[in-house]
């Protein structure tokens, strides 16, 4: 942590105490790189020894081999000298090669953990937490337990050692000295306290100020802001806004100069005026015969040894505190349940003729394809408490939840056959969504079941499942990658042939084939800017790639061009044969394709069945119908509004019609 970051840990560890429960925890860390610590403990003993014995051959070759005149004694023990200064060297090289070794190690440890655990969490968690506070909090709290976790390995024995053995070895010369030069520390102490404090404030504004500053320029440095900024002219008054707070910060760190020198300074004065006392006290001495020559030269050495430490040994608890609450942070997200757990004996599901943990072999959906149903469901999206940090949510201010939020799902029960296409629709926050996202488990059932195969989905492994399940949702989200990646990302051992069918096959070979690099294109939010419906037809392509026998499908609102709508329809169709479809249906052709229509309404499915038995029964999906679909021209046009009814087919008309 650079001085920045210290001063940011001072302020968060306001009040913050040293747990013994963290420490304990903390321990397991220390365990794996036990013979690193050891070493540097040994080397640190070592240094501290040479710091307080060099002053003393220094008394010897002014009171032995100078004084008396004794050239061997002085030559001897120059290279005494010399040798212990090369063992300080090495001793030091030690110290830092473990701490960094300690250091990097549980740097790599926390980032490696937290990554993994971050990855396990619900989906909730994510719509919940701002990534950019989750992430600069591992960074920040991750480096800082390393560098206060180093500094007090490398400072803590280190400090309280040389301070005994150098106090020690003053009270050996000269004790009259040495307490005379322990008077002067308050002397020291006090105003390195009082302009800290002073230069702390200002630290803190100095962060706050460059906080505001960075955010300004991200915001209008970014395309929007800056067109923003461009249409409306108002560039003159941001650059005065701008000038303002670097004017603030100009201000501020004027300041914090000033009193960084002063304190220098003063540290100066005292540090001559104790010198002076120190050779005016030990002259006098000397001149009476009560003190040696070296001796008073030692002590001055020794003197200037004690500075260092004492210094150290005010920031001390401080570094300390900064360790637990960094580490603390880290805990709190390693400390996040998990949700959607594997139960110990989950099996794979296996489906006949399918191994869904191979992905090796492209796999033809069809018979094979297991049926899914939900049983009596009842679901509520969990409470913020329940799936995130209160510091990494998105909002700042927290609504007060009610304890029970409402049910988004009641009583749900249907049956979407194998190998058949079930279309979802209802009024937009009916549920669908909702719907499809307990089948890969992305939220499990407050009561019900959902079986996918017969098997209840919580009895079998994330990993078949999700072999088992694809799903393309709405935003089809491209990782910043080439199209290649991003179409790999499914199957990786997929040789570039397949990924050319895959792409044919969606409908989307001809244009990747026509972009700069064609498959080594780089897409995504800050690559090549692919329409809403390409990026819909590559997720296509790369759900076609793995081959799942079930497919989940959020259909794009988007408004469509009629060839780009017609290009996703036979792409569609493409995907979805033979697999055991959910598709939430924006679009009529969907709708008529589907083997069975089921109509959400307020979490219930009120109508099921196909697209003509619901017109004629002229209830709710004749009415949505009218409203939602029927101004799409018979097989193409997509609905225009972003809260379309969407569909999934189902075969077996649901048990709580309306
Ligand atoms: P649909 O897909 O039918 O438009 P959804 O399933 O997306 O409806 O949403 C159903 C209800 O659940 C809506 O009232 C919505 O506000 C709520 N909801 C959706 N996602 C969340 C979430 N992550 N947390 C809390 N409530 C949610």
Redesign the pocket.
Known sequence: MGPAGIRRGEDSIKGARIKGRTVRRILPYARRVRWQVALLLAATVVSAAITAASPLILKMIIDDGILPGDRGVVVGLCLGLTGLALVDALAVYLQSWCSGQVGEGLVYELRTKVFEHVQQQP??FF??TQTGALVSRLNTDVMGARQAVTTLLSQSVSTVLTLILVLGAMFFLSWQITIAALVMIPFFLIPARLIGRKMKKIARQTMELNAEMGSMMNERFNVSGALLVKLYGRTQEESEQFAAKAGRLRDVEAKGVVWGRLLFIIVSVLTTVTTALVYGLGGMLTIDGTLQMGTLVAMVTLLMRLYGPINQLSSMHTTALIAVVSFERVFEVLDLEPLIVERPNAGSLRITGTDTGQRSEPREAGANAPDIKFDGVRFR?PNAADVSLASLESTSKRTPERDN??W?LQDLSFHAPAGKLTALV??????????T?LVPRLYDADSGTVRIGDHDVRDLTLQSLRDTIGVVTQDAHLFHDTVRANLSYARPEAVEEELIDACKAALIWDTINALPDGLDTVVGDRGYRLSGGEKQRIALARLLLKAPPVVVLDEATAHLDSESEAAIQRALKAALAGRTSLV?AHRLSTIREADQILV?EA?RIRESGTHDELLAAGGLYSDLYRTQFAHQAPDSASISSG?AP?LIAVETPSSDRA
Do not use: D, E, N
């Open positions: 989906l909730a719509t919940r999206y939020a409402a988004i209802g009024p937009s926050g009916a549920g669908k969504t909702t719907i996202h939430i959400v979490g809260s969407q």
